[in-house]
Nanobody, 123 residues
Framework: VQLQASGGGLVQAGGSLRLSCTAS????????MGWFRQAPGKEREFVAG????????FYADSVKGRFTISGDNAKDTMYLQMNSLIPEDTAVYYC?????????????????WGQGTLVTVSS
């Protein structure tokens, strides 16, 4: 499975961005997909996840109510709609896919990773 993330950029606080992640390869084996982020000097952290066939979603508390994860099975594409962005959301955002579980916030549970896309929120 190959993942290609896009959609990052520079936005002012309070603004919005939508990230996309397109999967290719043996996508029928994917159980769940997720978004993680890594800010400078910090560890990678879970942002949001989606069970790929059931469509169930789960979020980190820090983004709940502001971010929405969704998926389009026909296009093998996952999205992250980010609203009400704050400077603390600044990070490189990575998409990931797992063939082993329908639900996980643990980066170790994910088997494939995209290249990352930078989101910068200015104050």
């Amino acid at each position: 499975v190959q993942l290609q993330a896009s959609g990052g950029g520079l936005v002012q606080a309070g603004g919005s961005l939508r990230l996309s992640c397109t999967a290719s390869g043996r996508t029928l084996r994917v159980f769940a997909m997720g978004w993680f982020r890594q800010a400078p000097g910090k560890e990678r952290e879970f942002v949001a996840g989606i069970s790929w066939r059931a469509g169930s979603t789960f979020y980190a508390d820090s983004v709940k109510g502001r971010f929405t994860i969704s998926g389009d099975n026909a296009k093998d594409t996952m999205y992250l709609q980010m609203n009400s962005l704050i400077p603390e959301d600044t990070a490189v955002y990575y998409c990931a896919a797992t063939l082993r579980t329908f639900y996980s916030r643990d980066s170790n549970a994910y088997d494939y990773w995209g290249q990352g896309t930078l989101v910068t929120v200015s104050s």
